[in-house]
């Protein structure tokens, strides 16, 4: 089943008026999902991804938990039907399916996206296009002219260079006297590829090489000498390679359009366009028809001739009057009649110039803009604006270029400072002359330009909107997901703009954002599912509405657009997640002070009183509970550093350096340890809130050594011990060049760092060469660690050590040695005292007294500023968050802050994430945690303001990723 989603409209409404353009919507509910959450489904490649119109292909498309897959969704222009082949039975998860999917003969060329319905909900869309020549899907190995892979042109050869290094190879037969072209599209489509293409003959001799003729897009035009074998090579210019390095190669004796004249017309106009190129059949000319209607400003020109149709190049559409430059050559100037105009023209030879004379016939500003090189014209355009005596007013080369039409690649923009732009203000009845060249004195057909003189044109108020959020939707009952928005005002416009999504199915509300020109432009909206919610598959509009003046602009927006067109954004509504977020800030304070003192005493009472039910839920827990595989938190006696630093123990049994920062120091641990026999050792690094886990202003460490030993019966003398082999050393990361093993290597330049993985915590695992042997009932351990380094400052700040006699230890399993010695004790052979620290220890923890615990926390919080005001790299607020768990649920679940920051990030042109102005690493609650007080620490630079920010939750369960957002909450910074 294949639904063809097509393409939405932009409207504008005046009030009490229909709607200039109708939007069209799709139906409510397309389908019917299981009534349980899954994983979420993915497409991560379709071979081949060309289609043939006409034909039927059959895909095959690779990813990730396909199972169930139903339909497809298509968006883009009509012309395609599907159908999913069944997998065969399998208890394993569906990583692959094949589908047969049918392009009409007049299908349109270019892109359309594609989904999968499954039963796991709905993929993000995957791009496929459509083609005049028949597909041809590269097969590995193909790495060398020997391993080539045989093709049979005309075709469009797909792939991808893999790896660093990776060359593929393609072979096919020639006939003397055919002109063959080998187009690259890569750079152009935003694929990371450089690439570089080579043909060469039957011998191996390189008969043809090209490099970047269209930008970083190679073509070859190669006219076959003799009849033969040739074998194309396409392969990355640096050598790199990867799964954004995808390509495709139109080749064979195929039309090809070098350049077209003029470069565009008149709106309403029937323009005759001049053709030059390759393989044209004789076709020299087309006509262009110009709707009037038709409001875009560029169309693609496709040239059908004798031999198919060319390739595509933009044509721009214009309302002003237009004329050509004369024909022949000419060194005077060339009067115009009148402006405002648009003349069309081209540099036909090397050192070429063209100028043209007008009569300013009022006062004020005039525009003179070349276009050409986002027109596809080599012209690197010299624009010179002169008096009547030729003397120089004004010389421009340098315009940047405008960006991609919306939804296209970066990598589609024309280069930057490719064409001219000059704004003058003219004297009424005053004579100038403007001249046209290229700037490195070349020419050519290729050449081809529009010169605009016209007065500036006015500014109508108007906005466009930037959107960010998951791709596809996922909401789960009874819980909230997140987007984005920013919104850029044109025009002078200053008017609110709300954005939000249409329409809603039934128990599911939008939050839209609403922003005003006194407010930050970018924000963050929500949608929430009601707990009764039915789940299912619903397409939604983006929809962002304002007023300007007397009108009503609503405009339908893209959510990840890859195409030219609109598509829906797709909701998946999936079954509770095992938890939600309770409550974001303190519990409302309790009026009467002294009731307040009251439930507190209380629940500080059940905490601490043992009942013969947590001695049966200990008694349980202690069965369960594998001794063999904890890791055993060390029983610290002592801790020194060779600096005048002081190591200070903390309650979870970790140490922190205070006091003097040195450039180097070195830590000496002392520390018991319950266990007869040692295995393997635990390092971890700890960063504290905004800081960390290295004392260096940077928050990195390096660790040069770290060495252990075991001390005699009774000792605590740390020069006293028997040296420890270490066999290897690992850690969750190590910084390049600053290996976790190098501390064990004694390298006088290496060392443990963790660069720039910083502000978060750590961990190293030291692997012993054999089992160290203790005492029967434990022994002494004496630990080293230096920070000989020739990075000053570069010393562990925050630290704790754990050791274990399994060779695979439960991670989750962290005790103390106090407490582990109690559990190894027989329970009838226990002390009072030892059995009231082992009850308490359990108490700390017991499911059962949870509720308790979080209460307590809630209510000696409740005097917690909510909403948080912090001082721009002053103290910190805490932020108090509460979640509900489901029975039985008692997984790690990662909290997060996310909003605050205003626009897109320079670098990734994702949304600024919070981290922009707040020092802040997510939060991990543990199984027996609901509560948690956040820390929000502000820069000392950060954007003074109020905004929303909101708290994300996430845990995956099974396979299954559960991610619920809290409310957003204004978060002040002053």
Not at 194 to 205: E, I, P
Not at 699 to 705: I, K
Not at 791 to 802: A, K, N, V
Request: charged letters at 20%; one cysteine or more; a neutral charge.
């Amino acid at each position: 089943m294949t639904v063809d989603t097509g393409a939405f409209n932009s409207q504008r409404r005046r009030h009490g008026r229909d709607a200039r353009d109708a939007a069209a919507f799709l139906l409510l509910l397309l389908t019917t999902l299981p009534a349980f959450a899954q994983p979420v489904p993915t497409i991560k490649s379709a071979s081949p991804d060309v289609l043939q119109r006409g034909v039927t292909t059959r895909l095959t498309l690779t990813g990730d938990n396909l199972d169930g897959a139903t339909q497809t969704l298509l968006a883009g222009p009509p012309g395609l039907s599907t159908s999913i082949h069944s997998p065969a039975p399998t208890t394993q998860p569906i990583k692959s399916l094949t589908l047969d999917i049918t392009a009409s003969p007049d299908a349109q060329r270019g892109p359309r996206e594609l989904r999968l319905v499954t039963k796991n909900g709905v993929t993000k869309p995957l791009l496929l296009f459509i083609d005049d020549l028949p597909p041809i899907a590269e097969k590995e190995p193909n790495n060398s002219p020997g391993e080539a892979q045989p093709i049979t042109l005309p075709a469009v050869i797909t792939g991808k260079i893999q790896a660093e290094l990776d060359v593929d190879c393609f072979r096919f037969d020639a006939k003397k006297g055919q002109r063959l072209i080998f187009d690259v599209q890569a750079f152009r489509t935003g694929s990371k590829l450089d690439a570089s293409l080579a043909l060469f003959d039957a011998d191996g001799r390189r008969v043809a090489h090209d490099e970047d003729t269209n930008g970083l897009d190679p073509l070859i035009d190669f006219t076959v000498p003799a009849n033969g074998v040739y074998t194309l090579r396409i392969q990355d210019l640096q050598y790199k390679g990867g799964a954004d390095f995808s390509y495709r190669i139109r080749a064979g004796e195929i039309p090809y359009v070098d350049a077209i004249f003029p470069l565009g017309g008149q709106r309403g106009q029937e323009v005759a366009v001049e053709l030059k190129g390759r393989n044209l059949a004789g076709t020299k000319r087309m006509s262009m028809a110009l709707d009037p209607a038709d409001g875009s400003n560029t169309r693609q020109l496709e040239a059908p001739t004798a031999a198919g149709m060319t390739n595509s190049l933009p044509f721009a559409v214009s309302d002003l009057p237009e004329i050509s430059e004369p024909a022949g050559a000419t060194t005077k100037p060339v009067a115009l009649s009148t402006i405002p105009i648009i003349i069309n023209g081209k540099i036909g030879k090397p050192n070429e110039t063209d100028t043209y004379k007008f009569t300013a016939t009022t006062a004020g500003p005039v525009v003179l803009e070349v276009a050409a090189a986002r027109l596809g014209s080599r012209l690197d355009a010299l624009l010179t604006l002169m008096d009547d005596k030729g003397v120089i007013l004004q010389r421009n080369d340098d315009i940047a270029a405008p960006p991609p039409a919306p939804g296209a690649p970066a990598a589609a923009a024309a280069p930057a400072n490719a064409d001219a732009r000059i704004q003058f203000t003219a004297e009424k009845d005053k004579t100038y002359l403007v001249s046209i060249r290229d700037l490195t004195d070349r020419g050519g057909d290729s050449y081809g330009y529009r010169l605009s003189i016209a007065p500036p044109r006015p500014a109508t108020p108007d906005f466009d909107v930037t959107l960010r959020a998951a791709e596809p939707l996922r909401l789960n009952r009874g819980g909230r997901t997140m987007l984005w928005a920013m919104v850029n005002r044109k025009g002078g416009f200053a008017g609110d703009v709300t954005v939000s999504l249409w329409p809603l199915p039934p128990g599911v509300t939008c939050r839209p954002l609403r922003v005003s020109a006194t407010q930050p432009t970018s924000g963050l909206f929500t949608l929430t599912a009601a707990p009764d919610a039915a789940p299912g598959l619903h397409p939604l509009s983006v929809v962002a509405t304002a007023s300007v003046g007397d009108e009503v602009i609503t405009k339908t927006l893209p959510l990840d657009p890859a195409l030219h067109v609109v598509p829906q954004a797709y909701l998946t509504i999936h079954e509770p997640a095992p938890f939600k977020i309770e409550r974001i800030g303190p519990q409302p304070t309790e009026a009467d002070p002294k009731l307040a003192a009251a439930k507190i005493a209380a629940l500080e009472k059940t905490l601490n009183t043992q009942t013969p039910e947590l001695d049966a839920a200990q008694a349980k827990w202690e069965k369960t509970f594998n001794l063999a595989n904890a890791w055993e938190v060390i029983d610290i006696v002592s801790a020194k550093a060779s600096s005048n630093a002081k190591l200070v123990k903390q309650p979870d049994g970790s140490l922190r350096a205070e006091g003097r920062l040195p450039n180097t120091d070195k830590y000496t641990v002392v520390a018991r340890i319950s266990q007869s026999s040692i295995r393997a050792i635990r390092l971890e690094a700890i960063a504290d809130v905004g800081a960390g886990p290295g004392r260096a202003p940077n928050g990195n460490f390096v660790l040069s050594t770290f060495r252990v030993a075991t001390l005699p019966a009774g000792s605590t003398d740390s020069t006293a011990g028997t040296p420890l082999e270490i066999a290897s050393a690992t850690a969750d990361f190590s910084q390049a060049g600053f290996d976790v093993a190098d501390s064990i290597a004694a390298k006088s330049t290496g060392g443990w760092a963790v660069s720039p993985e910083l502000g978060k915590s750590h961990t190293a695992t030291y692997l012993l060469k054999s089992p160290a042997l203790t005492e029967s009932n434990g022994g002494t351990l004496a630990f080293t660690l230096d920070h000989a380094t020739i990075h000053l400052q570069h010393i562990l700040g925050h630290f704790r050590l754990l050791v274990t006699s399994s060779e695979k230890p439960d991670d989750n399993a962290k005790i103390s040695a106090p407490i582990l010695a109690l559990l190894k004790t027989p329970a009838e052979q226990r002390t009072k005292e030892q059995k009231e620290s082992l009850a308490a220890f359990y108490r700390a923890l017991a499911p059962e007294l949870a509720k308790a615990r979080e209460e307590l926390a809630a209510l000696k919080s409740s005097g917690t500023p909510f909403p948080p005001v912090v001082t721009a790299g002053g103290a910190a607020a805490k932020l108090d968050i509460l979640l509900a768990r489901s029975p039985n649920f008692t997984g790690d679940i990662t909290l997060t802050v996310e909003g605050y920051s205003a626009g897109l990030d320079d670098k990734s042109t994702d949304p600024a994430p919070f981290t922009k102005n707040f020092d802040f690493t997510p939060i991990t609650l543990k199984p027996n945690q609901s509560s948690m007080a956040l820390d929000l620490r502000s820069k000392p630079t950060a954007e003074k303001g109020t905004r929303d920010a909101i708290v994300r939750a996430e845990v995956t369960v099974g396979g299954a990723k559960y991610v619920i957002y809290s409310q957003p909450f204004p978060l002040t910074v002053k």
